[in-house]
Nanobody, 127 residues
């Protein structure tokens, strides 16, 4: 079992930046690949970014590529999502999630492969 707690959300103007954190507790953090998803009102939860257990591989949705950066610091049991050049369409509840290690890239982008989820943090981008 692993418990995940997101923080860092808030209200920001378009063009601004936020950094989300995901603190993990429980089993060894480095046992898990980590993902970030988001859900806007009335929409499905969608993939945003993911990072492998070692930090050696990162994956991004096309909508955030070049603006968001996913990272992790295993010594602190924390994953991060740095969000720059934010747009109103980035407004959503952001969730971090953990899954057991896997090599196939398709496993990182699909929410059904993630075993543990945080409670979410709200990000609101005003125009």
């Amino acid at each position: 079992q692993v418990q995940l707690v997101e923080s860092g959300g808030g209200l920001v103007q378009a063009g601004g930046s936020l950094r989300l954190s995901c603190a993990a507790s429980g089993r060894t953090f480095s046992s898990y690949d980590m993902g970030w998803f988001r859900q806007a009102p009335g929409k499905e939860r969608e993939f945003v970014a993911a990072i492998s257990w070692s930090g050696g591989r990162a994956f991004y949705a096309d909508s955030v590529k070049g603006r968001f950066t996913v990272s992790r610091y295993n010594a602190n049991n924390t994953a991060y999502l740095q969000m720059n050049s934010l747009k109103p369409e980035d407004t959503a509840v952001y969730y971090c999630a953990a899954k057991t290690r896997s090599s196939g890239s398709s496993y990182y982008t699909k929410r059904e492969f993630y075993d543990y989820w945080g409670q979410g943090t709200q990000v609101t981008v005003s125009s």
